[in-house]
């Protein structure tokens, strides 16, 4: 049915390949703007519940920060960067030399050099998958939450249930070698998207 | 079935009762709201984590408690399967929040946390019943829950910790 989403072998392992490039890229641009390499995990891919998101991630209470952005054209969906509040404070000190004492302090500055890298991050991302099957995906203007890693897994999931009850999540981990920073993306790619995507890479549905 | 003297996680668009003593507790709401009922005199309570508004038109939906429209009377039905008196329910929620505060885009905002604590006070007073105490909006994320032995109904957020806000029971 409309809404539900079965993949065989092909499509995941497409999926898996064709987002690992694309992380590939997301984590070099990473790389470039820190000045530190960082490893990234092969990317999971399951295609869940939206409602088992949070679950899945250990949606926690503890702070985290949260780089969000819808995506347009041929394939729509959601793409977020995460990480723990650690990381943040690491990720600060390499852009900006400096970070906040308390995060109910953070400038202007701090936001939008956050937002940038998500920007960037994200971005790489799309533009990759782009090119690889040559539809068109665009990032809007991120978002940032600094909160309950939980509750911005919730706010997204609210956000990506608008227009889908059943989604394929795909989560990445990159850590830096030494260990002062990681983090995830999590891609929603939209049922419809998907079923665009297998189609112009000519991969049936299973059925 | 209710369940009986536990500690129970009420996932995204879940809804839970239970009956006699124990705790519901929702972790990490962002947009969603926690609400919470209870019959203090047949101990009956219950919780739904609600997602979004209104229940979309064109799609069937398997989880009432997704929407405030479907979630919150889904609520008080099983809360009635389960003993309780509709003239004795009350209720508190809290959630609801725009987590996503920082943008670079200043037209479009988030805001469907606000629009969720408002659909589920309206269905609550359409319904003739009454929330007692809420905790909604902001920029916060929570975690709720609830005690059926006393009655309270605490909010924790990552920077003030664990607050009451207040008892369904007084």
Redesign the interface.
């Known amino acids: 049915m409309a809404?539900d989403l079965t993949l065989g072998l092909m499509e995941l392992s497409a999926v898996r390949e064709m987002t690992n490039i694309g992380l590939g890229h997301a984590t070099t641009a990473l790389s470039q703007m820190t000045g530190k390499a960082f490893n990234m995990s092969v990317p999971d891919v399951e295609s869940v519940a939206?409602?088992?998101i949070?679950?899945l991630l250990g949606?926690?209470?503890?702070?985290a920060t949260?780089i969000?952005m819808p995506i347009e054209g041929d394939v729509s969906g959601h793409i977020a960067f995460l990480m723990n509040w650690e990381s943040t404070l690491s990720l600060w000190r390499m852009l900006l030399g400096d970070a906040p004492w308390d995060?109910?302090q953070i400038t202007e500055m701090e936001?939008?050099a956050?937002?940038e890298i998500g920007?960037i991050v994200n971005a790489s991302f799309l533009n990759a998958l782009s090119e690889m099957t040559g539809l068109s995906m665009h990032a809007?203007?991120?978002?940032?939450?600094?909160?309950?890693?939980?509750?911005?897994?919730?706010?997204?999931?609210?956000?990506a249930?608008?227009s889908e009850?059943y989604a394929l999540s795909i989560r990445t981990s990159i850590t830096d070698y030494e260990g002062s920073m990681e983090g995830f993306f999590l891609y929603i790619p939209s049922v419809g998207g998907l079923r665009t995507i297998f189609k112009t890479l000519g991969i049936a549905e299973a059925a | 079935m209710p369940a009986v003297g536990s500690a129970v996680l009420v996932?995204?668009?879940?809804i839970q009762v239970i009956k006699g003593s124990g705790q519901l507790s929702c972790?990490?709401?962002?947009?969603?709201i926690g609400l919470c009922g209870l019959d203090p005199i047949a101990n009956v309570a219950g919780m739904v984590h609600v997602?979004?508004p209104q229940a979309f038109q064109n799609?069937g939906?398997a989880?009432p408690g997704?929407f405030a429209d479907t979630g919150v009377p889904a609520l008080i039905a099983e809360m009635l399967k389960a003993g309780a008196d509709r003239g004795r329910l009350r209720f508190a929620m809290a959630g609801g929040?725009?987590?996503?505060?920082?943008?670079?885009?200043t037209e479009?905002k988030?805001d469907?946390?606000a629009r969720n604590a408002q659909a589920v006070q309206e269905v609550i007073r359409s319904l003739g019943l009454r929330i007692i105490a809420h905790d909604t909006g902001g920029?916060?994320?929570?975690?709720v829950s609830f005690t059926t032995e006393t009655g309270i109904y605490t909010v924790?957020?990552?920077?003030s910790g664990e607050t009451t806000l207040c008892n369904l029971r007084a």
């Open positions: 809404s939206l409602e088992q949070p679950d949606g926690g209470e503890a702070r949260g969000y995060p109910s936001a939008s956050l937002l920007n809007t203007p991120p978002y940032l939450a600094i909160e309950m890693s939980g509750a911005i897994l919730d706010a997204i999931v609210v956000e249930c608008y009850h | 996932g995204m668009a879940d972790l990490g709401l962002g947009s969603c997602m979004l799609k939906e989880k997704k929040a725009q987590v996503f505060k920082f943008s670079a885009n479009s988030l469907i946390g920029s916060v994320g929570r975690t924790k957020t990552v920077t």
